[in-house]
């Protein structure tokens, strides 16, 4: 019976799917469960080797970004609003990893054949994946406003963005993209399966999780392609319109030091939001007719693990004040460590 669903599965994505004269309406239904194929099929040292090579980055990514985090809260020079939304979009990567990264690398350890998961897990991670993305699309869009009133409207910038200001701003991103989540998630799980339920993919993507519906599913590729302008192309759009703006300024007044230190900031939000809106646009503004979802699951080994570590590199490698914050923490441990050995 697997091997029947695999071969409808692997029809279904080269344009060659089931009719639906092949399956009647009772058939319609949510599955009992889904399996997350994954790498299942993949030899079993590969996947051993995948899962030796990515733990490390997972870790890696966990730690700067609670880094980040952590600096944010404890350091008193870092209490501005550039860093309060540095610690918010670091807090959404750790969360982000934490619903996608465990179960994809446990996937690569369990015997061929998948992950079952109940359709209100699968629902929920969905859930999670949207909501936690798309409020980091919209963190960052709040932190290319940040800096555009910073350099553009220093005169103005303290009354503006005041904390009362940042933590709506705050809010609004996260009730943004929960909202989309919910509405997406709803939209997908309303549709009949009659495909079955292996989702050829490392988790409940959406995409994935569409392809195996029955019926007519224009309302929902068309929300998702809204949804993928609403969240990606118009933030992009004001993004880079911002920081535009905020390089003429930077060029055309101040010192040769404090240019400086305005453009590394600001080719540091560029980067990641490049980063991001690229890997994003690329997976998810496209019609699921010209979709590949092999391709789509080596694609999300990037996103997935490699994305979200480059974030506190780009942040603390190229962040003057990370790294003055992050020396002062390690210099204040260390002296508390002497004076207590001191002590005894």
């Known amino acids: 019976m697997v091997g029947?669903?695999?071969?409808?599965?692997a029809r279904s994505h080269d344009g060659e799917g089931p009719t639906l004269s092949h399956w009647s309406e009772p058939n319609w239904t949510v599955p009992q469960e889904f399996v997350i194929l994954g790498f299942s099929g993949w030899p079993q040292g590969l996947r051993v080797l995948l899962f030796s090579l990515l733990l490390p980055l997972y870790l890696a990514t966990l730690a700067g970004n609670l880094l980040i985090l952590g600096l944010a809260l404890a350091e008193?020079?870092?209490?501005?609003p550039m860093y309060f939304f540095?610690?918010?979009?670091?807090?959404?990567?750790?969360?982000?990893?934490?619903?996608?990264?465990?179960?994809?690398?446990a996937g690569f350890l369990l015997p061929p054949g998948g992950q079952a998961v109940a359709p209100s897990t699968c629902a929920a991670q969905?859930?999670?994946?949207?909501?936690?993305?798309?409020?980091?699309?919209?963190?960052?869009?709040?932190?290319?406003?940040?800096?555009?009133?910073?350099?553009?409207?220093?005169?103005?910038?303290?009354?503006?963005?005041?904390?009362?200001?940042?933590?709506?701003?705050?809010?609004?991103?996260?009730?943004?993209?929960?909202?989309?989540?919910?509405?997406?998630t709803m939209?997908?799980?309303?549709?009949p399966f009659?495909?079955?339920g292996l989702v050829n993919?490392?988790?409940?993507?959406?995409?994935?999780?569409?392809?195996?519906?029955?019926?007519?599913?224009?309302?929902?590729?068309?929300?998702?392609?809204?949804?993928?302008?609403?969240?990606?192309?118009?933030?992009?759009?004001?993004?880079?319109?911002s920081y535009t703006r905020v390089l003429v300024v930077i060029l055309g007044v101040g010192d040769s030091a404090g240019r400086r230190k305005a453009f590394n900031t600001v080719a540091s939000h560029l980067t990641v939001a490049v980063l991001h809106y690229g890997c994003a646009t690329a997976m998810y503004a496209r019609p699921l007719s010209s979709r590949s979802l092999e391709e789509d699951k080596l694609v999300s080994l990037i996103y997935i693990n490699l994305t979200p570590l480059?974030?506190?590199?780009?942040?603390?490698?190229?962040?003057?004040?990370?790294?003055?914050?992050?020396?002062?923490?390690?210099?204040?441990?260390?002296m508390g460590t002497v004076q207590q050995a001191d002590l005894v």
């Open 310 to 334: 480059l974030y506190p590199a780009i942040y603390t490698l190229r962040n003057r004040d990370m790294q003055g914050a992050l020396q002062r923490v390690v210099s204040q441990r260390t």
């Open 4 to 9: 029947l669903h695999l071969s409808l599965l």
């Open 201 to 241: 993919h490392v988790f409940c993507d959406l995409p994935a999780v569409l392809v195996l519906a029955c019926g007519n599913r224009e309302l929902q590729e068309h929300v998702l392609l809204a949804a993928c302008m609403l969240l990606l192309v118009l933030p992009l759009i004001l993004i880079l319109l």
């Open 126 to 184: 969905m859930g999670l994946f949207v909501a936690l993305g798309g409020s980091e699309c919209l963190l960052l869009a709040a932190m290319a406003l940040d800096r555009y009133l910073a350099i553009c409207r220093p005169l103005y910038y303290p009354q503006l963005m005041t904390s009362g200001l940042c933590w709506a701003l705050l809010a609004c991103c996260c009730l943004g993209g929960s909202i989309l989540a919910l509405g997406l």
């Open 86 to 105: 540095l610690g918010s979009l670091s807090a959404v990567e750790v969360a982000y990893t934490l619903v996608l990264t465990p179960r994809m690398l």
């Open 187 to 191: 939209a997908i799980f309303q549709l």
């Open 194 to 196: 009659c495909h079955g």
């Open 76 to 80: 008193p020079t870092l209490h501005t």
